[in-house]
């Protein structure tokens, strides 16, 4: 997901072959790096680091993973060098208010890059812009019509379609005995959902042209996620001045970046070709969708007293901000759900039991029943609690703050582990154990919600810049799942399933979960 680009990215193999090679080549020039935050507190709890690199050889294929692990030894509040750049990891609940929540305006702006600038328009859209009025004006734009409740609402259909359709193709396959590939299957119906709720009806039915766009959404969010060494390493930044790209980041970026452009510009003019045939009709007329996000975007871009004037760069930003933000992470959180209850047969037993009291077997699941279901909450809220999607949230000071005793001068960049948080052992109770039930006690566990108020379960971030989907995620996220455990029976068994993390950006699984489904409500899948 776009939006950690700045954010640690895997060390893979090639690259840490890349840095090895240079050191080595570039042996008796290289004893000079960029100067640390020379006024960073330097009571901040450190590992010893090394010349150069700092301590971007303690990081895994995992970073969360591997700053958690540092964190048990130092501390919650860590100083992590990566290359010349000092970084602060926060792992606990309590660093984690004390920064974004009692510093909170100090830390809206996230850290940016010039892979990242050149990939946003130059900044133009609203993950990565500065905390500015530009982003003001977008993110109550956001909140009160983009990804506000009414337009939501209105795009249910287009939910409903979609799950629909998923349940065909599984159900389609258990017939002919096929196997399904459930990430690539989650991917695809996350991807149609967000493409159609955001670049608009016309693109209903056309496949060739959204698997075009998921893909492109996805090279995107690779370039965005890599780790530019030029940006932290001396050596690599002199190197980046005389033209060389080690890791071909540039031309990947400038490749990429084209795609996209020729993409939504095609369907920027054709939806201006289509509003102009439909001008003067409003949204909801006879015969008429209801309007996208970009058609609303665009009813913006088009009103000459609108309180602020839109450029056609923030237009293809914002959507590529949306597309990259929204469908992998709410993919993933379904596979994670399922793979959870496989692995949980009480907890799927528990939730079928709820499923069949509320909605019964004769009709499938919808968005209207969700207040009545309870546990199916609990299960969600677990899964994204155990599986933050997104497990590292980068931002940088914009201000000097003193925060727990410490001076943190502006610029300062922070990594919050949230994955590390939301298993923080003061908080939770057995935290690795999956366990839903802990939100149906008594001890009030079931009033922490995942607002950004609640320090300890941060999947969606927390203060001014905090996740603007949540709505729309939990229905994507609970609509799809849900139907789901309705319609199929999946295979139960404590700990059957391998639940080992992948490398990425957001939180993926190491292994595919492939399965050939077998239909649980075969009268009501036949008439879909
Ligand atoms: C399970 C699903 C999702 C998760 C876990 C998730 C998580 C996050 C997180 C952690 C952030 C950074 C928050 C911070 O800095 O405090 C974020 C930002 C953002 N998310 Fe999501 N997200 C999800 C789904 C969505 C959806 C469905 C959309 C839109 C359709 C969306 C749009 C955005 C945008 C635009 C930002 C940047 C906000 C800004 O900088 O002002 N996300 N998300």
Same mark, same amino acid.
């Given at each position: 997901m776009e =939006?950690?680009?700045?954010?640690l990215?895997?060390?893979?193999?090639s690259?840490?072959?890349?840095?090895?090679?240079s050191?080595?080549t570039?042996?008796?020039?290289?004893?000079?790096?960029?100067?640390?935050?020379?006024?960073l507190?330097?009571?901040?709890?450190?590992?010893?680091?090394?010349?150069?690199?700092?301590?971007?050889?303690?990081?895994?294929?995992l970073?969360?993973?591997?700053?958690?692990?540092?964190a048990?030894?130092?501390?919650?509040?860590?100083? %992590?060098?990566?290359?010349?750049?000092d970084?602060?990891?926060?792992n606990s609940?309590s660093? %984690?208010?004390?920064?974004?929540?009692?510093n909170?305006?100090?830390?809206?702006n996230?850290?940016s890059?010039?892979?990242?600038?050149?990939?946003?328009?130059?900044?133009?859209d609203?993950?990565?812009?500065?905390y500015?009025?530009?982003?003001?004006f977008?993110?109550k734009?956001t909140?009160?019509?983009?990804?506000?409740?009414k337009?939501?609402?209105k795009?249910h259909?287009?939910?409903?379609?979609?799950v629909?359709?998923?349940?065909r193709i599984?159900?389609?396959?258990?017939?002919?005995?096929?196997?399904v590939?459930?990430?690539?299957?989650?991917?695809?119906l996350a991807s149609s959902?967000i493409?159609?709720m955001?670049?608009g009806r016309?693109?209903?039915?056309?496949?060739?042209?959204l698997?075009?766009?998921?893909?492109? %959404?996805?090279?995107l969010?690779?370039?965005?996620?890599?780790?530019?060494?030029r940006?932290?390493?001396? %050596?690599?930044?002199?190197?980046?001045?005389?033209g060389?790209?080690?890791?071909g980041?540039?031309?990947?970026?400038v490749?990429?970046?084209?795609?996209?452009?020729?993409?939504?510009?095609?369907?920027?003019?054709?939806?201006?070709?289509?509003?102009q045939k439909?001008?003067?009709?409003?949204?909801?007329?006879?015969?008429?969708a209801p309007?996208? =996000?970009?058609?609303l975007?665009m009813?913006?871009?088009?009103?000459?007293?609108a309180?602020?004037k839109?450029t056609?760069?923030?237009?293809?930003s914002y959507?590529?901000?949306?597309?990259?933000?929204?469908?992998?992470?709410?993919a993933?959180t379904?596979?994670?759900?399922?793979?959870e209850?496989?692995?949980?047969?009480?907890?799927l037993?528990k939730l079928?039991?709820?499923?069949?009291t509320v909605?019964?077997?004769?009709?499938?699941?919808?968005e209207?029943?969700?207040?009545r279901?309870?546990?199916?909450?609990?299960?969600?809220?677990?899964?994204?609690?155990?599986?933050?999607?997104?497990?590292i949230?980068?931002?940088?000071?914009?201000?000097?703050?003193?925060i727990?005793?410490?001076f943190v001068?502006a610029?300062t960049?922070?990594?919050?582990?949230?994955?590390?948080v939301?298993?923080d052992?003061?908080s939770?109770k057995?935290?690795?154990?999956?366990?839903?039930?802990r939100f149906?006690?008594?001890?009030?566990?079931?009033?922490?919600?995942?607002?950004?108020?609640?320090?300890?379960l941060l999947?969606?971030?927390?203060?001014?810049?905090?996740?603007?989907?949540?709505?729309?995620a939990?229905l994507?996220?609970?609509?799809?799942?849900?139907a789901?455990?309705?319609?199929?029976?999946?295979?139960?068994?404590?700990?059957?399933?391998?639940?080992?993390e992948?490398?990425?950006?957001?939180?993926?699984?190491?292994a595919?979960?492939?399965?050939?489904p077998?239909p649980r409500l075969?009268?009501l899948?036949?008439t879909?």
């Amino acid at each position: 997901m776009e =939006i950690l680009a700045s954010t640690l990215e895997l060390f893979n193999s090639s690259t840490l072959t890349i840095l090895v090679i240079s050191l080595i080549t570039l042996g008796a020039i290289i004893l000079r790096t960029s100067k640390p935050h020379a006024k960073l507190s330097a009571t901040i709890p450190s590992p010893v680091a090394l010349p150069i690199i700092g301590h971007l050889h303690l990081l895994g294929r995992l970073p969360h993973q591997s700053l958690h692990r540092i964190a048990l030894r130092h501390g919650p509040l860590i100083r %992590v060098r990566l290359g010349g750049i000092d970084y602060l990891a926060l792992n606990s609940p309590s660093t %984690v208010k004390s920064f974004l929540k009692n510093n909170e305006l100090a830390f809206s702006n996230r850290p940016s890059s010039t892979t990242i600038l050149r990939l946003t328009y130059n900044g133009s859209d609203m993950s990565f812009t500065p905390y500015s009025p530009h982003w003001v004006f977008m993110r109550k734009l956001t909140m009160t019509q983009l990804l506000g409740g009414k337009t939501i609402d209105k795009l249910h259909f287009i939910r409903k379609e979609e799950v629909k359709r998923l349940l065909r193709i599984f159900y389609d396959k258990s017939r002919k005995g096929e196997k399904v590939n459930m990430s690539k299957e989650l991917i695809n119906l996350a991807s149609s959902i967000i493409s159609r709720m955001s670049v608009g009806r016309q693109w209903a039915g056309k496949d060739d042209e959204l698997v075009e766009l998921k893909k492109v %959404v996805n090279e995107l969010e690779e370039v965005m996620g890599m780790f530019d060494l030029r940006d932290h390493v001396w %050596v690599f930044k002199q190197f980046g001045k005389l033209g060389f790209d080690f890791q071909g980041i540039d031309s990947k970026a400038v490749e990429v970046k084209r795609w996209y452009d020729r993409m939504v510009e095609r369907i920027l003019r054709e939806k201006e070709v289509e509003r102009q045939k439909l001008s003067g009709n409003e949204d909801g007329g006879e015969g008429m969708a209801p309007k996208g =996000i970009l058609d609303l975007l665009m009813d913006v871009y088009d009103d000459e007293n609108a309180e602020k004037k839109l450029t056609r760069e923030n237009l293809k930003s914002y959507i590529l901000n949306v597309l990259a933000a929204a469908t992998s992470t709410t993919a993933i959180t379904i596979e994670w759900a399922l793979a959870e209850v496989m692995n949980h047969p009480s907890v799927l037993k528990k939730l079928l039991t709820e499923l069949d009291t509320v909605v019964g077997k004769d009709r499938l699941i919808d968005e209207s029943d969700l207040p009545r279901l309870p546990y199916l909450h609990a299960v969600i809220k677990e899964t994204l609690r155990l599986h933050c999607p997104v497990p590292i949230i980068a931002r940088i000071s914009s201000e000097d703050c003193t925060i727990d005793g410490h001076f943190v001068p502006a610029g300062t960049r922070i990594l919050v582990n949230s994955w590390a948080v939301c298993r923080d052992p003061e908080s939770w109770k057995n935290p690795l154990e999956f366990d839903p039930e802990r939100f149906s006690g008594d001890d009030n566990m079931n009033e922490i919600d995942y607002k950004g108020q609640h320090f300890q379960l941060l999947p969606f971030g927390s203060g001014r810049r905090m996740c603007p989907g949540v709505s729309l995620a939990q229905l994507v996220i609970k609509g799809g799942f849900a139907a789901l455990v309705q319609c199929f029976d999946w295979p139960s068994d404590e700990n059957s399933v391998d639940m080992t993390e992948g490398p990425g950006i957001t939180l993926t699984r190491a292994a595919t979960l492939v399965l050939t489904p077998k239909p649980r409500l075969n009268k009501l899948l036949s008439t879909m």
